[in-house]
């Protein structure tokens, strides 16, 4: 079993900054990508950003150059550092972890935390 907690969400003007951070625990040794999502009320779940065990990472082209993720291997925590942020990046935003094989994976998510940006 993996538990997935993300905290770090909260209100700020547009411009400001805010850092997300999520922690996994349990059975963790098989995870091999994490990643950070985001979905506004009555829209699908986007991706954000990802990196896996390798330290790949991939952005989605609205967060280029303002978000920063990483990972804590150690504390088995993944962060999402995020500047000058808009009020299009309102939204929950979701951890994912994931363990994947050959054949299947299987993925855990967090409850998500909410990133509210005011113009």
């Known amino acids: 079993q993996v538990q997935v907690v993300e905290s770090g969400g909260g209100s700020v003007q547009a411009g400001g900054s805010l850092r997300l951070s999520c922690v996994v625990s349990?059975?963790?040794?098989?995870?091999?990508?994490m990643a950070w999502y985001r979905q506004v009320l009555g829209k699908e779940r986007e991706l954000v950003a990802n990196i896996n065990s390798g330290g790949s990472i991939n952005y989605a082209d609205s967060v280029k150059g303002r978000f920063t993720i990483s990972r804590d291997h150690a504390q088995n925590t993944l962060f999402l550092e995020m500047k000058d942020l808009k009020p299009e990046d309102t939204a929950v935003y979701y951890c994912?972890?994931?363990?994947?094989?050959?054949?299947?994976?299987?993925?855990?998510w967090g409850q998500g935390t909410q990133v509210t940006v005011s113009s």
């Open positions: 994912k972890a994931t363990s994947s094989w050959p054949t299947y994976a299987l993925s855990y």
């Open positions: 349990g059975t963790t040794s098989s995870i091999n990508v």
